[in-house]
């Protein structure tokens, strides 16, 4: 029987808990491992029928993940914790020889990069303990890597731009609230925006925009019009490496004016912050008092309606003719939460990073050393979403 440690309880780890355990025959023995054993309980008492071990870690530490894979001899290890935690958590894994799936690129707590970089150098030591690590096994990054996969398989000669779009229609009824970690979330949208193309001589090269500096109007199946926003996205740097004659790629996101005016007045005010300040003699991390003050996104769930719409337009060349295609997933946050309790921005990041484990653990995506997603046969993957929650649809654009 094989077994799996998931490390991280908050809401993307409670997804994964439920949809293991849906899967409990791939996953076999599940321990369920956070820093603080409280969120383990509770999603411990809600899979009350199906038994998952819960126990603590401090996954910053990689002496203590190490003791814990050895001690339940696990595996995988399907981390969905925060991006702080990923390099610990990997150098646990080469030197237990236990394959490690992620969700985010591995970030420092004092300065956001964005970049694989640290996980990618390790590779080799990977390799050596003849493991396998999936990077980017949620949404986006994730499903979109695939889709994009998916597109270069079956429909294209080449590729020549991309565009992801993601788009969360859902309300909370919160003036303001974000849907995944408050930290994480807020680094990203707050930071400089950037996307990747080709100029005159064919040299690849990122260009950067001010945060939220460009803006487009796009039609979203089964939402509508939503305005969206230029961000810079870690998927992209995996693409650009693996997508063959691509000529441009750009990543946008929708925000309500709402959700801006708010971000924008926090900013101003110093509370994004992520360098500590003096508050009465003690020493605080702005953004972090205020992922204290902002409603713990997994409370959204049971009061969230509306849907997710995260998809991608390819457009290329197909037997010498131009084509654009768009594959996207809609998700609907009440429908996430009657089945797991979790909003759909969890769900839509869990149910991934599930079907990535399976693959894994069912040898179907094998390899040794460190992987994006794009880089094996994507009809599994596509196949097991829209039988694990997740159905997509293909259109056909006009060029
Ligand atoms: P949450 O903040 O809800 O949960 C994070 C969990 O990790 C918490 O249970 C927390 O414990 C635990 N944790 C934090 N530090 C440690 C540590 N040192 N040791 C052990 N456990 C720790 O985040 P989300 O569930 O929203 O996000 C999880 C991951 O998914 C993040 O990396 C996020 O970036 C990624 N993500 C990826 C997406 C994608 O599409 N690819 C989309 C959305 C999220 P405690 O409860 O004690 O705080």
Request: aromatic share 10%; hydrophobic share 40%.
């Amino acid at each position: 029987m094989k077994k799996t440690l998931i490390i991280g309880a908050g809401g993307v780890g409670h997804v994964v808990a439920h949809k293991c355990v849906q899967n409990r025959d791939v996953f076999g023995a599940i321990t369920l491992a956070s820093r603080s054993i409280g969120r383990c309980e509770e999603i411990q008492s809600e899979i009350k029928d199906a038994k998952i071990e819960i126990t603590t870690v401090d996954a910053d530490k990689t002496e203590e993940v190490i003791a814990l894979i050895k001690r339940i001899d696990a595996d995988i290890v399907i981390n969905v914790a925060l991006p702080y935690q990923d390099l610990t958590i990997m150098d646990a894994c080469i030197a237990t020889k236990t394959h490690y799936l992620d969700t985010a690129n591995y970030e420092h707590p004092d300065e956001a990069k964005f970049e694989y970089k640290e996980q990618w150098a390790r590779d080799e030591a990977f390799k050596e303990a003849g493991i396998m690590g999936l990077l980017g096994s949620g949404f986006d990054p994730g499903v979109t890597n695939v889709f994009f996969a998916y597109a270069q398989k079956h429909y294209f000669d080449a590729i020549h731009t991309i565009d992801i779009l993601d788009c969360n229609a859902g309300d909370h009824g919160y003036a303001f609230a974000t849907n995944f970690n408050p930290e994480i979330n807020l680094r990203e949208v707050s930071a400089k925006g950037r996307y990747w193309q080709k100029n005159d001589s064919g040299v690849g090269e990122w260009v950067e925009t001010e945060p939220m500096e460009i803006k487009m109007l796009w039609d979203y199946p089964e939402v509508g019009e939503r305005d969206s926003y230029l961000l810079y996205h870690e998927e992209m740097e995996s693409l650009v490496k693996h997508i063959k004659g691509l000529k441009r790629i750009r990543f946008f996101m929708t925000f309500s004016e709402s959700y801006l005016t708010h971000m924008r007045c926090l900013e101003n005010v110093g509370m994004l912050g992520i360098k500590p300040v003096m508050h009465k003699g003690v020493e605080i991390v702005p953004i972090e008092f205020l992922k204290t003050l902002l409603p713990d996104p997994a409370s959204l769930g049971e009061r969230t309606k509306g849907k997710t719409n995260i998809g991608i337009v390819a457009e290329g060349i197909k037997d010498g003719k131009k084509r654009k295609i768009y594959i996207y997933q809609v998700s609907d946050h009440e429908k996430c939460y009657a089945e797991v309790k979790s909003q759909a921005v969890s769900y839509t990041t869990g149910v991934p990073a599930m079907i990535g484990a399976k693959l894994i653990l069912e040898e179907k995506w094998r390899g040794e050393g460190v992987f994006n997603m794009e880089e094996f046969d994507p009809d599994l993957f596509m196949e097991e979403l829209n039988s694990q929650g997740l159905p997509w649809q293909i259109k056909e654009l006009a060029v």
